[in-house]
């Protein structure tokens, strides 16, 4: 290039770095609420009302968004660590490929939040997932 020749900025590039340093800068999200669902579920739908509209909003909502997830279709492959029960709906909080604890049911709007904040608080503590602040699972026979 000859001298004082100015060369020319592609806006791709403009574009593209913007959005590295805007991603590069934004907070990784790895927790997620898995919520397991089926079609008809009365309870899904009483969550769908008391909780949903407000959930991503919430805190709680910030640090574990909420994934829906069909309990009679296929487990996706980065899901496939999780013991799927058929009880719907079943919320599963997952964090780095591991689940940290869940909650069996709909409880209703305030045990709900206070069982999540139980999960939520256990992924503050160093390397080891809480119990299920529900208990344990039944034993088979």
């Known amino acids: 290039m000859p001298a004082g020749t100015k060369k020319k900025i592609r806006p791709s590039v403009v574009v593209a770095a913007i959005m590295f340093f805007v991603f590069a800068s934004a907070p990784a999200c790895a927790a997620e609420l898995v919520m397991f669902v089926r079609a008809g579920c009365e309870w899904c739908a009483a969550f769908d009302r008391e909780i949903a509209p407000i959930y991503d909003k919430t805190d709680e ?81």
């Open 61 to 141: 909502g910030r640090r574990a968004p909420l994934r829906r997830v069909d309990i009679d279709a296929p487990l996706p492959s980065d899901l496939r660590f999780i013991d799927v029960e058929r009880l719907v709906p079943l919320f599963v909080l997952v964090d780095k490929g591991r689940e940290i604890g869940r909650i069996r049911g709909y409880p209703g709007e305030d045990p709900f939040w206070g069982l999540l904040g139980v999960l939520l608080r256990s992924l503050d503590r160093e390397g080891r997932p809480a119990d299920s602040p529900q208990g344990p699972a039944p034993a088979s026979s």
